[in-house]
């Protein structure tokens, strides 16, 4: 069983930036690509972005690129994501999710692709 825990989460003003990390308690880490997904109040969860477990290519929500940056770094079983330029309507909880795949060039886009998710770290962007 993977188990994600993520951290970083907060109040940030508009305009301002955060950090998101993800560490993964697993033996082979390689193996799981990664997304990180987001949940607002009465909505769905939605893909923000994507990584494949190479780390070559990724994957971003349209209304969230330039914006916002996935990263990983398999050597300390963590993913990333950055955001800037924040803006309210950013306001969510925050998931990171992990695909057990042994395609090393391919990233996943959909809740239901993901075998595993994290307990989730919330963002609040106030104006």
């Known amino acids: 069983q993977l188990q994600l825990v993520e951290s970083g989460g907060g109040l940030v003003q508009a305009g301002g930036s955060l950090r998101l990390s993800c560490v993964a308690a697993?033996?082979?880490?390689?193996?799981?690509?990664m997304g990180w997904f987001r949940q607002a109040p009465g909505k769905e969860r939605d893909l923000v972005a994507s990584i494949t477990w190479s780390g070559d290519s990724t994957y971003y929500a349209d209304s969230l690129k330039g914006r916002f940056t996935i990263s990983r770094d398999n050597a300390k079983n963590t993913v990333y994501l950055q955001m800037n330029s924040l803006k309210p309507e950013d306001t969510a909880v925050y998931y990171c999710a992990a695909k057990r795949t042994f395609r090393p060039s391919t990233y996943y886009i959909a809740v239901s692709d993901y075998d595993y998710w994290g307990q989730g770290t919330q963002v609040t962007v106030s104006s």
């Open positions: 697993v033996r082979t880490y390689v193996n799981y690509a």
